[in-house]
């Protein structure tokens, strides 16, 4: 079983910078694969990255260049950064990972964008 917990998020305006944080109770240089997703409000769970072990950062389209994943090895945490938000980047952000073809989750944060 890997724990995972997410920090960071809250309410927040257009314009700021969101930084999500994800720590991982297992070695993520270990993992498979690590990531990111967003659920916002009455829409389905939409990926945003994900990082497999040894490549690079692989974004969706629609997301590269709003979003930037990154990892920490050495800290177990994955992060997540959003400059300039938007009130459309309002939802639920969870941090994943995959380990032997089993999914482990983290339990999310909300970050709502309003002015």
């Known amino acids: 079983q890997v724990q995972l917990v997410e920090s960071g998020g809250g309410v927040m305006q257009p314009g700021e910078s969101l930084t999500a944080s994800c720590s991982t109770s297992?070695?993520?240089?270990?993992?498979?694969?690590v990531g990111w997703y967003r659920q916002a409000p009455g829409a389905q769970r939409e990926l945003i990255a994900t990082?497999?072990?040894?490549?690079?950062?692989n974004y969706v389209p629609s997301m590269e260049g709003r979003f930037t994943v990154s990892k920490d090895d050495d800290k177990n945490t994955m992060y997540l950064r959003r400059i300039g938000l938007k009130v459309e980047d309002t939802g639920v952000y969870l941090c994943?990972?995959?380990?032997?073809?089993?999914?482990?989750w983290g339990r999310g944060i909300q970050v709502t964008v309003s002015s």
């Open positions: 994943f990972v995959i380990i032997n073809g089993a999914d482990f």
């Open positions: 297992s070695a993520i240089s270990a993992v498979d694969v």
């Open positions: 990082i497999a072990r040894g490549e690079e950062v």
